[in-house]
């Protein structure tokens, strides 16, 4: 939406308020008759002008914007009549008409200018903001009473200050003043600075030279209406009809509505007590020589130090509300309002202190990262509220929750337990299931909990803590959606997973992995086309071991990232090394789930197939259905540029999972491979089994996808899966994972009858 147009006549009207400033400075300047008329007649005029352009501009904007030139056209409002009540009074004989009223109307602008500028869009927004920098500015202006004392009156006699009217006119240019540093203080860095405040200000400043200036000439007996310091005046008025000209940074919105609060420079901070200890000092020099003080100074510094005795108290119970919120910051979670792990482990310290029965139940959600990075991170923040909300209600008076921090929970069960805190685990899992609804939003985690009761073995709470969380972890295995109480088997087995993670990380720089290779053949010619590389573990000590056994610690160690790549660059040199006896051999590898998240798994792929001159054609992705799922649209654009590079990609193990007809449409596969669960039912004439392979195959033929029955083993399975007629099979029946060597040995075609 285009920013609405300044009217013409808002131009027309500054450009005429100029004029008569310019033409009045020049009048008085020039010492002209009529000059106090002149003097008064522009001072009307300009206010008046500025009081419709402030009024003009209010209905322009939304509130708080609205409230703030609303008042401003107040002030200029009440000083325009401010004026035109001193030029009818001194035309009527009054001299210099300092009469109740119009200090009235003038302090009357005073306290409409100053609450224009506590409801600016720069202005704290609490109360108790708006009254710390209100008080702010009463303390500047105070103290500099006596300054202004030693600088105005000092030299005069006590008798030409008998005059009350005559002393209190520092009024004026302290009241200015106190609004030129609540002004300072809203607009000081680091917030945006709004053009309008700082004009405004220079027109506060313009003010305040003329109050001092025009104070101090009347103490004197030196000034006469018409004096060219009168010009101020409305210049400070023309500055104000000025500001309209500048809306509001963007950025001011955007704090309001973030509700965020930037940081005080120091010297915003030191700002109101800097002229204090020069008002100290002027109290000192203003003293008469009979030892007495005058008393506007004695009544300001009483005043002075009642301010700065409520401005104390103000900023001692912000003190007390700030140490209140960083307890709350340090000992709770922000997301959920639970306990944090800080407040979790000084009350379990606590409660083993007190040599009662102790229990925690350690809770991980599971699933939660998908839900993450599916709906992001918006969407799982509102689910941890849902769920902490929940297991509030289930845990109820029997523990203590508390989120320990991601997707990680922890209850605290001590002193005589109502309930034994595997009944405790059931409530919360039922409390995890998702409600009537919920099932088809694809965003409820269930929870793995694992059990552990402080017994003899504990020496500390972290021993405790860490049998929970080794129970957590067995019912993760279990199944997920399940709870385990830690047992000195699982913590016999945990040792044991501690020891093969610490020999899993020196695997690849000793050259323990080793690579075997699965045949794929073609069922029509029985001729091997393609190999699977699988990986292997040549542990020192407990022999080869199968991926499945060590595979999953490296995908939750990180691991899997430093694996995946060997087995890239080896699978790569293997297949440059059997395409030299056959030259349309590919080889097929398995990438995990954390391997499609980074950004680097194109120039991975293309550096391994390029550093051994092997085509990208000849080189095939396998992924499970679910990493495939649960990819980003980033995941999916990657796996779509290897794609169209030449690499095949293949949905490994198809049918054991989501199996969706909508994600076959998003995955930019090459090849199906139909889980070996379903061939193996081939055998027992199976029926279901059958169709079900069957209409796989079919499916695979309308997306264009080569299809692998994976797991043939017999001569039934192998004559089923060719009569529905998948092109290639893999299994026993072909050949057992070999190393290359074996593998090149079977380049002649199979006997796929035997």
């Given at each position: 939406m285009a920013p609405a147009r300044r009217p013409l006549s808002g131009r027309v009207g500054l450009v005429a308020a100029a004029l008569v400033v310019l033409g009045e400075a020049v009048w008085l300047v020039a010492g002209l008759p009529g000059g106090a008329l002149v003097s008064d007649v522009?001072?009307?005029?300009?206010?008046?002008?500025?009081?419709?352009?402030?009024?003009?501009?209010?209905?322009?904007?939304?509130?708080?914007?609205?409230?703030?030139?609303?008042?401003?056209?107040?002030?200029?409002?009440?000083?325009?009549?401010?004026?035109?009540?001193w030029t009818v009074e001194r035309l009527g004989g009054h001299g210099l008409p300092h009469t109740p009223l119009v200090g009235a109307l003038f302090t009357a602008g005073i306290v409409t200018g100053t609450a224009a500028l506590l409801c600016?869009?720069?202005?704290?927004?609490?109360?108790?903001?708006?009254?710390?920098?209100?008080?702010?500015?009463?303390?500047?202006?105070?103290?500099?009473?006596?300054?202004?004392?030693?600088?105005?009156?000092?030299?005069?006699?006590?008798?030409?200050?008998?005059?009350p009217l005559r002393t209190f006119g520092l009024l004026y240019p302290m009241l200015d003043l106190m609004q030129l540093t609540i002004l300072v203080a809203i607009a000081a860095p680091p917030r945006p600075v709004w053009r309008a405040l700082t004009v405004i200000g220079i027109g506060l400043a313009t003010r305040a030279v003329a109050d001092a200036g025009y104070v101090s000439l009347v103490a004197h007996d030196s000034y006469a209406p018409g004096h060219p310091i009168d010009v101020c005046?409305?210049?400070?008025?023309?500055?104000?009809?000025?500001?309209?000209?500048?809306?509001?940074?963007?950025?001011?919105?955007e704090e309001e509505e973030t509700g965020e609060s930037p940081l005080p420079p120091w010297w915003r901070v030191a700002l109101p007590y800097l002229p204090v200890g020069g008002a100290i000092v002027a109290v000192v020099l203003a003293r008469?020589?009979?030892?007495?003080?005058?008393?506007?100074?004695?009544?300001?510094?009483?005043?002075?130090?009642?301010?700065?005795?409520?401005?104390?108290?103000?900023?001692?119970?912000?003190?007390?509300?700030?140490?209140?919120?960083?307890?709350?910051?340090?000992?709770?979670?922000?997301?959920?309002?639970?306990?944090?792990?800080?407040?979790?482990?000084?009350?379990?310290?606590?409660?083993?202190?007190?040599?009662?029965?102790?229990?925690?139940?350690?809770?991980d959600l599971d699933g939660f990262k998908q839900v993450n990075?599916?709906?992001?991170?918006?969407?799982?923040?509102?689910?941890?509220?849902?769920?902490?909300?929940?297991?509030?209600?289930?845990?109820?008076?029997?523990?203590?929750?508390?989120r320990l921090g991601g997707d990680e929970f922890a209850v605290l069960v001590a002193g005589d337990r109502p309930v034994p805190p595997e009944r405790l685990a059931l409530r919360l899992l039922a409390a995890l299931e998702p409600l009537p609804g919920e099932e088809d939003l694809g965003v409820h985690p269930s929870a793995s909990i694992g059990i552990a009761e402080y017994g003899p073995q504990h020496t500390s709470h972290t021993d405790l803590l860490r049998d929970a969380d080794i129970a957590m972890y067995a019912a993760k295995a279990a199944g997920k959606s399940a709870y385990r109480t830690c047992t000195p088997q699982l913590r016999e087995s945990a040792v044991t997973r501690a020891e093969l993670i610490a020999d899993l990380r020196r695997a690849v720089d000793e050259d323990q992995l080793l690579m075997e290779f699965q045949p794929i053949v073609d069922l029509s010619t029985g001729a091997v086309r393609s190999a699977e590389a699988l990986l292997r573990w040549r542990h020192p000590r407990?022999?080869?071991?199968?991926?499945?056994?060590?595979?999953?610690?490296?995908?939750?160690?990180?691991?899997?990232?430093?694996?995946?790549?060997?087995?890239?660059?080896?699978?790569?040199?293997?297949?440059?090394?059997?395409?030299?006896?056959?030259?349309?051999?590919?080889?097929?590898?398995?990438?995990?789930?954390?391997?499609?998240?980074?950004?680097?798994?194109?120039?991975?792929?293309t550096g391994a197939v390029g550093a051994v001159g092997l085509p990208l054609r000849a080189l095939t992705l396998e992924l499970t259905e679910s990493a495939l799922i649960e990819g980003s649209e980033a995941v999916l654009d990657r796996l779509t540029q290897l794609r169209d590079l030449g690499v095949g990609i293949a949905i490994d193990d198809f049918g054991t999972g989501y199996s969706s007809l909508s994600y076959l449409h998003r995955i930019p596969a090459t090849e199906l491979k139909i889980d070996q669960?379903?061939?193996?039912?081939?055998?027992?004439?199976?029926?279901?089994?059958?169709?079900?392979?069957?209409?796989?195959?079919?499916?695979?033929?309308?997306?264009?996808?080569?299809?692998?029955?994976?797991?043939?083993?017999?001569?039934?399975?192998?004559?089923?899966?060719?009569?529905?007629?998948?092109?290639?099979?893999?299994?026993?029946?072909?050949?057992r994972p070999v190393a290359l060597p074996e593998l090149l040995q079977t380049l002649t075609p199979v006997d796929a009858a035997r």
């Open positions: 522009g001072a009307v005029a300009v206010s008046g002008w500025a009081a419709v352009a402030c009024a003009g501009v209010a209905r322009r904007h939304p509130a708080p914007l609205r409230r703030f030139w609303a008042l401003l056209a107040a002030t200029m409002i009440l000083a325009a009549l401010g004026r035109t009540v600016s869009v720069a202005a704290p927004r609490s109360l108790v903001g708006q009254a710390r920098t209100l008080l702010d500015g009463v303390i500047v202006g105070l103290a500099l009473i006596p300054i202004g004392w030693v600088v105005v009156f000092r030299n005069l006699a006590a008798a030409d200050l008998a005059d005046w409305p210049l400070s008025y023309l500055l104000m009809g000025l500001a309209t000209r500048y809306p509001p940074p963007p950025s001011c919105a008469r020589p009979t030892g007495q003080t005058p008393h506007l100074i004695f009544l300001g510094m009483m005043a002075l130090l009642g301010v700065l005795a409520l401005r104390q108290g103000l900023a001692a119970n912000e003190n007390l509300r700030l140490v209140a919120r960083l307890r709350r910051l340090a000992y709770s979670d922000q997301l959920t309002g639970l306990p944090n792990r800080l407040t979790f482990t000084r009350r379990l310290r606590r409660a083993l202190r007190d040599d009662g029965p102790v229990a925690v139940l350690l809770l990075d599916r709906f992001g991170h918006a969407a799982g923040d509102r689910l941890l509220r849902t769920i902490a909300e929940r297991m509030t209600d289930a845990t109820g008076r029997d523990g203590m929750i508390a407990l022999g080869v071991l199968p991926p499945a056994r060590f595979l999953p610690l490296a995908e939750e160690t990180g691991l899997i990232l430093a694996i995946d790549r060997w087995v890239i660059h080896e699978a790569c040199r293997a297949a440059a090394i059997w395409r030299e006896r056959s030259p349309e051999v590919t080889v097929a590898v398995n990438i995990a789930a954390a391997h499609l998240r980074r950004p680097d798994l194109i120039a991975t792929v669960s379903f061939v193996a039912r081939l055998d027992a004439d199976d029926a279901r089994a059958y169709a079900t392979v069957e209409m796989v195959n079919r499916l695979a033929g309308a997306f264009d996808l080569t299809v692998v029955a994976e797991g043939v083993e017999t001569g039934g399975q192998h004559a089923a899966v060719t009569a529905i007629g998948c092109v290639h099979g893999q299994g026993w029946r072909y050949g």
